[in-house]
């Protein structure tokens, strides 16, 4: 199954680092499998991460089909890929365009970590535009919870091999 991207508005009062406090509205991205989980979990993380009022303005289907962050980056980049492929039927070249949100701090660094993040391609491809994205945050759905499965997988590995030593001295 594919991940669906939403890209929620959130409006809230922001103190600056100058001490002002102004009311501002700016946009996160996460995962979710319907509008409704987007909203829920958009509420969620905008709680932990001010104490202040928040509406939620407008959550939509964001058209990126892979997300790519990068260590030591603090902006978020749409970098748009036309993959190009031949045409046996009618012997043209056609392309088809996807969407990449990749983390860098600049223009540059977005088109070397696009270039990165489409090092596995077979095909030929161009990056034909990069622009800034508005986007401050992104909350993919499974952060940290690897970790916890990871913990559950073992103690339940543990468990068992602890009933399977019982049964086996109960046996003898």
């Given at each position: 199954?594919?991940?669906?991207?939403?890209?929620?508005?959130?409006?809230?009062?922001k103190t600056h680092?100058?001490?002002?406090?102004?009311?501002?509205?700016?946009?996160?991205?996460?995962?979710?499998?319907?509008?409704?989980?987007?909203?829920?979990?958009?509420?969620?993380?905008?709680?932990?991460?001010?104490?202040?009022?928040?509406?939620?303005?407008?959550?939509?289907?964001?058209?990126?089909?892979?997300?790519?962050?990068f260590e030591n980056?603090?902006?978020?980049?749409?970098?748009?890929?036309?993959?190009?492929?031949?045409?046996?039927?009618?012997?043209?070249?056609?392309?088809?365009?996807?969407?990449?949100?990749?983390?860098?701090?600049?223009?540059?660094?977005?088109?070397?970590?696009?270039?990165?993040?489409?090092?596995?391609?077979?095909?030929?491809?161009?990056?034909?535009?990069?622009?800034?994205?508005?986007?401050?945050?992104v909350f993919p759905?499974?952060?940290?919870?690897?970790?916890?499965?990871?913990?559950?997988?073992?103690?339940?590995?543990?468990?068992?091999?602890?009933?399977?030593?019982?049964?086996?001295?109960?046996?003898?």
């Amino acid at each position: 199954m594919s991940v669906i991207w939403y890209e929620c508005k959130v409006k809230y009062r922001k103190t600056h680092e100058t001490g002002e406090s102004k009311i501002t509205t700016e946009n996160y991205l996460l995962d979710a499998v319907s509008y409704t989980e987007a909203e829920s979990r958009i509420t969620e993380e905008m709680a932990a991460y001010t104490s202040e009022e928040f509406k939620i303005t407008n959550i939509k289907v964001a058209n990126f089909s892979e997300v790519h962050p990068f260590e030591n980056s603090d902006r978020w980049f749409k970098s748009k890929v036309s993959l190009i492929s031949y045409d046996d039927e009618s012997g043209k070249e056609r392309k088809s365009n996807l969407y990449m949100l990749v983390q860098a701090n600049d223009v540059k660094e977005a088109y070397e970590n696009t270039e990165q993040a489409m090092q596995g391609t077979t095909g030929d491809y161009t990056i034909p535009a990069i622009t800034e994205s508005p986007i401050l945050d992104v909350f993919p759905y499974f952060t940290g919870d690897e970790e916890e499965a990871e913990k559950f997988a073992t103690i339940k590995n543990s468990e068992s091999s602890e009933e399977e030593v019982l049964e086996e001295s109960e046996a003898i």
